[in-house]
């Protein structure tokens, strides 16, 4: 699993309510990246991390931020939730040319 | 948007029997990946073929590339029942940065005993 974590696991949250998702790695990977998963859609890039503050945003950043203050964890944040935001969020490395995936959070917009 | 397309989008086999999916994408690329996501868990990343590739081999896999007609083939032989997943292509596109991969939608294996 290349070291990599996310938390929490599972979240339910009410619209309009701010939510920070966390993906930790252990292995010091330069490129870290944030997808959410839906049905009908396969997997969209949110925003991505080539280093430690430098970030950009992916195919569907709106309603998304995200920091990178040390190389080990990378966060998003939805600044206000809301019920179109309800996915499985996941996380991912790259090593070589390949990416890593974490185990993936499944978050719930109420 | 997405760049691969996966067809079909289900397959059902039976045990023993080859698999083969398909992913046409629309752009030039550096590699296209193949991967696989077990129900409820992380996509697990199988095999990569570069631009410059026909063909690829890894274990009961063997992927193809064609970039006149940019698609490429994913075959898994003899398949068995732990083979029942979802399957993703991904492409990194040529002259972009950063490393990025566009996934496209998947195509749902699944294998009966």
């Known amino acids: 699993d290349a070291g990599i974590t996310q938390s929490p696991r599972h979240k339910v949250t009410e619209t309009g309510t701010p939510v920070t998702l966390r993906c930790h790695q252990t292995?010091?990977?330069?490129?870290m990246y944030w997808y959410r998963q839906d049905p009908g859609h396969g997997l969209r890039l949110i925003h991505y991390s080539y280093g430690v503050k430098d970030t950009d945003k992916g195919e569907v950043s709106d309603g998304y931020s995200v920091s990178r203050s040390k190389t080990e964890d990378f966060l998003l944040t939805l600044e206000s939730a809301t019920s179109s935001q309800t996915s499985v969020y996941f996380c991912?490395?790259?090593?070589?040319?390949?990416?890593?995936f974490g185990p993936g959070t499944r978050l719930t917009v109420t | 948007s997405q760049q691969g397309e996966e067809d079909p989008q289900a397959l059902s086999i039976q045990e023993g029997e080859n698999a083969t999916m398909n992913c046409s994408y629309k752009t030039s690329i550096n590699n296209l990946q193949w991967y696989r996501q077990n129900s409820g868990r992380g996509l697990v990343h199988l095999i990569l073929?570069?631009?410059?590739?026909r063909e690829k081999h890894s274990g009961r896999l063997r992927v193809t590339l064609d970039t006149s007609k940019k698609s490429s083939s994913l075959l898994i032989t003899a398949s068995r029942a732990a083979d029942t997943a979802s399957y993703f292509c991904?492409?990194?596109?040529?002259?972009?940065?950063?490393?990025?991969?566009?996934f496209g939608k998947g195509t749902l294996l699944t294998v009966n005993p």
């Open positions: 292995e010091n990977h330069r490129y």
């Open positions: 991904a492409t990194e596109n040529s002259g972009g940065s950063n490393y990025k991969l566009t």
């Open positions: 991912a490395i790259r090593d070589a040319y390949e990416q890593y």
């Open positions: 073929i570069r631009s410059n590739e």
